[in-house]
């Protein structure tokens, strides 16, 4: 598979992101078509806007959106909570986490949003730039004890946008 | 190019409709590639719920959208009106067509939004199904004298959905 044709790009379901992309990545199935979609990368170490640059190639220019495979990180490993700073700001979390489900209503997975922050806190300003953060859920255990696979998550960072951007001027499904 | 990767899928932009596959069908430019993407079918001889087995092969099990050149009707030839009735319904146009631009600020086409009603007015019942039909605007004239390529148009048929489908739960862009 090479270049995209007009029109057709990587415009994933969450189920194909968990189900497929995490799942396999998880299970060390992540050969270099992977690479070439998701890339693996401490996104923490960049600013959002150098994200885009970053994504895989076969995604390589879409305006809309940038996936990447995050490992967790050291202090995590130890038990501390992972770190969102990067130099000129810091990505938060915003609401509470929502299940993500299978297309046949199995829960396969937990997103988290995160909005980025310029500056430090309390002086910070939120910007643009978001964030969903998939895990998924740990599998072949008993529905009593839940449990989530952190070592890597699936990242989808991108802009809210005030423009009007042409996937945006498309009816909602609403 | 064969069978798409898993989360690869035809999400084209308004631009990419009008200026790359509607422009080359205007110029008969359309091979088998284009056919394989956006077929070109009389739609109003289908029921909209018939429209998605139509679809182009390489589109093929989209739940989401449908794409289809629609030729001019023989009585718009002759000065009519279109017919958007089939056996079951009708096609109504709703609210004023809107200009549609491409990326450097010009005009390249309109759209027209249509929904389907079951029955005939006035006992008619609105439905899910709805429909964006896109017509080019006519190329390498003075502005003073704008038009439209009626030969052809693009639509896009896609079911307004009530439920949590995958792509719904994204937060808006807004």
């Known amino acids: 598979m090479e270049e995209m044709p007009i029109g057709f790009r990587f415009y994933p379901t969450e ?4 189900s ?4 396999n990545m998880l299970q060390h199935k992540n050969g270099n078509y992977f690479n070439r979609v998701i890339p693996l990368l401490h996104i923490y ?5 150098q994200l885009p640059q970053k994504c895989g190639e076969l995604c390589y220019g879409d305006p809309e959106q940038w996936f990447f495979f995050v490992p967790r990180q050291e202090r995590e490993v130890h038990g501390g909570k992972p770190s969102r700073t990067t130099t000129t700001g810091y990505w938060k979390a915003t609401g509470s986490p929502s299940d993500i489900y299978s297309s046949d209503g199995k829960v396969i997975g937990v997103k988290k949003c995160m909005v980025f922050y310029n500056g430090k806190a309390p002086r910070s300003a939120k910007t643009k730039w978001k964030m969903n ?13 839940p449990g989530l696979r952190n070592e890597v998550s699936l990242c989808r960072v991108y802009v809210v946008s005030g423009s009007s951007r042409t996937f945006d001027r498309w009816p909602t499904s609403t």
Chains 1, 2 share one sequence.
């Open 15 to 18: 189920e194909e992101l968990i």
């Open 45 to 49: 170490q960049f600013e959002p806007w």
């Open 20 to 23: 497929f992309y995490l799942q």
């Open 133 to 145: 953060e998939y895990k998924a859920i740990k599998q072949d255990l008993p529905t009593s004890t």
